[in-house]
């Protein structure tokens, strides 16, 4: 039987893309979304042109019980669950003293809290099958920190510290966990930053150029296939931050 994987937020940006790369590798794909059931409804009349079938799957995956339900449907869908993509997750630009606790507590419920959802209901069958692979879409600011952003920030640290520990754990079970941080990548998520400023990041940047969802997508099938990293956090960003 093909694998089966799990990518959450995957109705548009970089999730959208891995869906739609996972899926032509002959990978059952169930494709999560939460708001964007129009979208979501797109990437599968996308695929199917092509006669590639996916499941799309409504889910707030920022609450357990929502989680629960879309692991649910997947291991009586398919019987198993090969690999989960945490993908979904928000952003927003806001200086810290004006940070509500209602904006602390949804970045940190989408970005952080999600992923520690999807993981602990998908280890069950991937320990009992001994074997699995879990990606977290994380963030270079992650990893270094950004001004006006540090809710977000914190949120996608968290996914590091979470995905380093939870390697350490789940090796043994032949369970693999990395992180990816990416850069600047052309979604959505960045159409507020303006124009000039997308010029001031391709100067700074080595390779001369915003990334684009297929860079994600492709460190994604990198690191299913691969087989013996695990605890990592890869961020492609082009050379413009590098630690």
């Known amino acids: 039987m093909n694998r089966v994987a799990i990518v959450t937020g995957a109705s548009r940006g970089i999730g959208r893309e891995i869906a739609k790369s996972l899926a032509r590798d002959k990978i059952n794909v169930i494709a999560n979304y939460n708001n964007s059931e129009k979208r979501a409804i797109e990437l599968k009349e996308e695929l199917?042109?092509?006669d590639i079938e996916?499941?799309?799957v409504k889910a707030d995956v920022s609450k357990r019980e929502e989680a629960k339900k879309l692991v649910?449907?997947?291991?009586?869908k398919y019987g198993k669950i090969d690999i989960?993509?945490?993908n979904a997750g928000i952003a927003?630009?806001?200086e810290f003293t004006q940070i509500t606790d209602e904006d602390w507590n949804n970045m940190i419920n989408v970005n952080l809290n999600s992923v520690f959802f999807m993981s602990q209901e998908v280890l069950p069958n991937m320990i009992h099958n001994k074997k699995g692979c879990i990606i977290n879409i994380s963030s270079v600011w992650g990893n270094v920190g950004s001004s006006c952003e540090v809710h977000y920030s914190t949120a996608k640290a968290g996914i590091n510290g979470m995905t380093k520990a939870l390697a350490k754990e789940l090796g043994p079970s032949n369970i693999r966990v990395n992180a990816i941080a990416p850069g600047i990548i052309d979604t959505e998520m960045?159409?507020?930053i303006s124009e000039e400023v997308m010029e001031i990041i391709k100067d700074e940047t080595p390779l001369c150029r915003i990334g684009k969802p297929e860079d994600i997508a492709k460190c994604v099938k990198w690191l299913i296939e691969d087989t013996f990293t695990t605890g990592q956090i890869i961020s492609p960003n082009g050379g413009?931050?590098?630690t």
Do not use: G, S, T
């Open 48 to 50: 199917k042109k092509d």
């Open 54 to 56: 996916i499941d799309i």
């Open 72 to 76: 649910k449907y997947a291991i009586e």
């Open 190 to 192: 960045n159409n507020d």
């Open 84 to 86: 989960l993509i945490n």
């Open 92 to 94: 927003q630009f806001k």
């Open 240 to 242: 413009w931050i590098i």
